[in-house]
């Protein structure tokens, strides 16, 4: 169901973490082509988890639709604020436009995690395994404490959020 975009999202976010690490080799962060190239990657993760919310909401027991409800709003309330944050990084004079304040910046990643976190807690049966929400909302929380820890915890989500195998590995994916 949700595999594809189950595992390009996080490893999008490796590619992020890997142009981040190189950009970082002369001491600082800036832009150039690793830093561009790195938050394009971040976008399309960013877009990819968006994605899988999206579609763990749709898979989601009807009987948890308020929760539902609520941890949607939370994960896409989450995307839209770290992609403008994303855009406005790639496309400075987009600031002009709408400069989130800093308590929004802070509000977007939290959002995005609880929200997916719950969307995947509300999926734990078959499609989802127990531990994964919890593997999820750690790796995500380690990165918002230091981005230093991108690709481990990249690696933490596609470890949680890989394709069981099936007869059918390229028909057939699920969240394990």
């Given amino acids: 169901m949700t595999g594809p975009v189950a595992l390009a999202a996080p490893a999008l976010l490796a590619v992020y973490?890997?142009?981040?690490?190189?950009?970082?080799?002369?001491?600082g962060h800036g832009p150039g082509l690793y830093w561009t190239a790195g938050h394009v990657a971040f976008f399309a993760s960013i877009l990819g988890f968006g994605v899988l919310g999206v579609q763990l909401a749709q898979a989601a027991?009807?009987?948890?639709?308020?929760?539902?409800?609520?941890?949607?709003?939370?994960?896409?309330?989450?995307?839209?604020?770290?992609?403008w944050v994303i855009l406005t990084d790639l496309v400075p004079s987009l600031e002009q436009v709408w400069e989130p304040s800093d308590a929004l910046m802070l509000v977007g990643p939290a959002a995005l995690s609880f929200g997916l976190t719950g969307l995947l807690a509300l999926n734990v049966d078959a499609e989802v395994a127990p531990w994964t929400p919890i593997v999820?909302?750690?790796a995500f929380t380690v990165i918002g404490a230091d981005l230093g820890f991108v690709l481990p915890a990249a690696a933490a989500m596609v470890l949680a959020l890989r394709p069981r195998a099936t007869a059918d590995p390229?028909?057939?994916?699920?969240?394990?």
């Fill in 17 to 27: 973490g890997l142009f981040r690490l190189l950009d970082g080799i002369d001491g």
């Fill in 61 to 83: 027991p009807r009987r948890f639709a308020p929760i539902t409800a609520v941890a949607s709003t939370a994960m896409l309330t989450g995307v839209a604020l770290f992609l």
């Fill in 136 to 138: 999820f909302f750690g």
């Fill in 170 to 176: 390229v028909m057939s994916f699920e969240l394990v």
